[in-house]
């Protein structure tokens, strides 16, 4: 419980805060002040993204034992989820005869989720350092995936009126992906070679995680906008079931197959389970806003299923006990 208590309150106060500071600079109007915030929210995401996350992720795999091979399938579960939410989100779309434009934001809401901050942070305050190295693994194809199949997809949604195919033309591999790869590479070999890892780089490996996760969070607090939740209630609760029912049973029921209930322990199928049922990422506002798709959708149901998680978590963390190691 204590556990929890504090897992709900890094999330919302970090939240609270970014979304306090924004509310307050909107209240003393200057635009100095808003490029401002523009500008030290931008480089907060940068620092978190680029440095404290993967030195985090690197010092993680670093200290790993040598894997079991069967987590060699955490990549593709993660494939898996992206592929099954962007899915159901189109299927719920035709079910609710949603335009081009806000389909088009709902599989972006469906496909993209918030594994590296909320995510994450949950593995670690639950399970501490070691859960690290795989919630990194689990999202090694993220960025990949996401600028090589969910950007052109949400792009064609905006030009199928005009245009029956889409170009991966102007996508270029983001400075995350080289860096969130060269520290996992670093750290994978490091980890091959039998270089030992001095102790207290465990305790550096959680700080870093955690501080960059809360600097995240702030940051997505300061860019959260409340209005017209209610005029995607539908839309949201087809969002929220996608994220925290079909998602997980599915990526479940594949991490049963790939024998991850037996693989040592029961913490890589805990972090699974945690990671299939987390909320809409707030990068999922990205591809609405370039490609001119519903930004209201998107907006909603990412403020919608992070709010939820008040109700998530806890019933994430009631099932945990049921996936204890397996002795078959």
């Not at 060699?72 to 579960?77: A, E, Q």
């Not at 905006?158 to 860096?179: M, V, Y």
């Not at 780089?201 to 960059?212: E, H, I, P, T, Y």
């Not at 029912?245 to 890589?268: E, K, Q, R």
Request: aromatic fraction near 10%.
């Amino acid at each position: 419980m204590n556990r929890l208590l504090l897992t709900l309150a890094v999330i919302f106060i970090s939240l609270a805060l970014g979304y306090s500071l924004r509310k307050w600079v909107d209240a003393h109007p200057s635009r100095e002040a808003e490029e401002l915030l523009k500008v030290r929210r931008v480089q907060a995401q940068q620092f978190a993204i680029f440095v404290l996350i993967p030195i985090s992720a690197m010092l993680s795999l670093w200290g790993m034992p040598h894997p079991d091979p069967r987590l060699l399938s955490l990549p593709f579960l993660g494939l898996a989820a992206w592929i099954t939410g962007g899915a159901a989100a189109i299927l719920f779309s035709r079910s609710l005869s949603l335009d081009n434009r806000q389909t088009g934001s709902m599989y972006c809401c469906g496909t993209f989720t918030n594994i590296g901050a909320v995510g994450t942070l949950v593995c670690v305050l639950q399970f501490g350092e070691q859960s690290i190295a795989l919630t990194s693994l689990y999202r090694l194809l993220e960025e990949i995936f996401y600028f090589s199949v969910a950007y052109p997809v949400s792009q064609w949604f905006s030009t199928a009126r005009n245009s029956s195919h889409f170009t991966l033309r102007g996508f270029r591999i983001p400075p995350a992906i080289l860096a969130v790869l060269a520290a996992l590479g670093t750290g994978l070999a490091l980890n091959l070679l039998n270089v030992s890892r001095p102790a207290f780089l465990g305790g550096v490996a959680s700080g870093f995680m955690l501080a960059g996760t809360v600097c995240f969070l702030f940051t997505i607090g300061m860019g959260l906008r409340v209005s017209r939740l209610t005029v995607y209630f539908r839309q949201s609760a087809c969002i929220s079931a996608i994220k925290f029912l079909i998602v997980p049973a599915v990526i479940m029921a594949l991490a049963f197959c790939a024998g991850l209930h037996s693989a040592g322990s029961s913490l890589p199928i805990k972090v699974v389970f945690i990671l299939s049922a987390m909320p809409v990422a707030m990068n999922a506002l990205i591809p609405p806003s370039i490609f001119d798709l519903d930004l209201d959708l998107a907006n909603a149901c990412w403020i919608f299923t992070t709010l939820e998680l008040v109700l998530v978590l806890p019933v994430l963390y009631l099932l945990l006990p049921l996936l204890e190691a397996s002795p078959l």
